[in-house]
């Protein structure tokens, strides 16, 4: 029996065709915070097809990472978190380019980070301030972007959607950011994910000697819901890229 040469996109190629795949190959993503639903981000887009991605995220992996981030193992402990996945990719993908940024993303990084052309970029991270400034920056130079919001406290994956900021609900981080684009008067469509589920209130001290209320009293999360965003960002960034080789 002949068995016939298969390729690694190939089942992708049935899908988006072959004009599609080479789009994707020559498209470059860039995905700040790669977490719960960064990394699942990270991973999909590599396994579409994408040819450049850049991984900004200052954190390294911990033991509490392990229910839910997908480059979080018992090897990858203390490891940085972009180049945890960035090995990840690698060992199933030789022709994606991926780039690292160990750092915290904020407004002053804008200069460092988007000095080469960039096709997309997602908002994975979860501080406010950071979040409006991502949103400000793509907004003032019209780049395609998309954002996540809050994943936390909940355990239903078939909750999660793709809308405008100004149409979500039940979502604390959501409402957060709705006020703080009013109050810094930011105009335009603000493509988000976010779940619609109620989030339970998570009231536990986890670390009494914590200096923030997060530290104190951490979210709770699942493996289901970070990862349902993490993909769902995924497809709405590969949509979006062949919507723009159909336009061209």
Known sequence: ???????????????????GIEKLKHSCVMIIGVGGVGSYTAEALARSGIGKLILVDGDTIAPSNLNRQLH????TLDASKTQAMKERIESYRKDCEVICKDLFYDETQNEALFCEPIDFVVDAIDTMTSKLGIIRYCLGNKLPFISSMGMANRMDPTKIEITELMKTSYDPVAKIMRNMVRKHHIRGKIPVVYSSEHPITQNRIIDEAGKTRKQKMPPASSPFVPSAAGLAIAAYVVKKLLEQTNNE
């Open 1 to 19: 029996m002949v068995r016939i040469m298969e390729e690694a996109l190939q089942r992708m190629e049935l899908l988006i065709q072959k004009e």
């Open 72 to 75: 979080a193992t018992f090897h």
